[in-house]
């Protein structure tokens, strides 16, 4: 079986190098895990640059932002190198047009630089164009028996919730 997997994987990476992002996005949008809300837990104060890069390019520059990422193996790999300061999981249709509708803040910058060089980053949906994060309040009734410094499995706060983000992000709206 290992040998039928490995030109498998190789063919996989062939069409990500020939073809664009965008058809391999929309095909993870299809899929029923297509979404992950990522929620910064901990402070940026003492870490190392290597993460606090990471955690720029999510778009997570301040406690209790939340962003929402496609389920793709980039994505997973940027999530599994700041796992101890974020808490993750995927996150239903519902919740995802609950936190737009209450926290959403609409882009009003501009598309491109003078130069056209530049373009930056915004959310579109339904037509309207939203910042790529969402800023939410402490969560009621606190993140989790032991803190924000203990993984979620031991009754903590950090790491993979799975479907149980969607309480956390109602409970933070």
Request: aromatic share 8%; glycine share 6%.
């Amino acid at each position: 079986m290992e040998t039928e997997n490995a030109p498998e994987m190789e063919v996989k990476s062939n069409e990500a190098t020939n073809t664009s992002a965008k058809p391999a996005v929309k095909e993870n949008v299809n899929q029923s895990k297509g979404r992950l809300a990522v929620i910064l837990v901990r402070g940026m104060v003492n870490i190392t640059q290597s993460v606090k890069d990471t955690l720029k390019m999510l778009k997570l520059n301040r406690k209790n932002h939340c962003v929402v990422l496609e389920n793709n193996p980039l994505n997973l790999g940027m999530i599994k190198k700041v796992k101890d300061y974020i808490t993750w999981g995927e996150i239903d249709e519902e919740t995802y047009k609950e936190l737009v509708a209450k926290r959403g803040e609409e882009f009003q910058g501009r598309l491109t630089d003078f130069k056209k060089k530049y373009s930056y980053n915004y959310l579109e949906i339904n037509g309207k164009k939203y910042k790529p994060y969402f800023r939410l309040s402490p969560p009621k009734k606190g993140f989790g028996r032991k803190g924000i410094k203990v993984a979620f499995k031991v009754s903590g706060a950090l790491g993979d919730r799975k479907e149980k983000i969607n309480d956390l992000i109602k409970r933070m709206l």
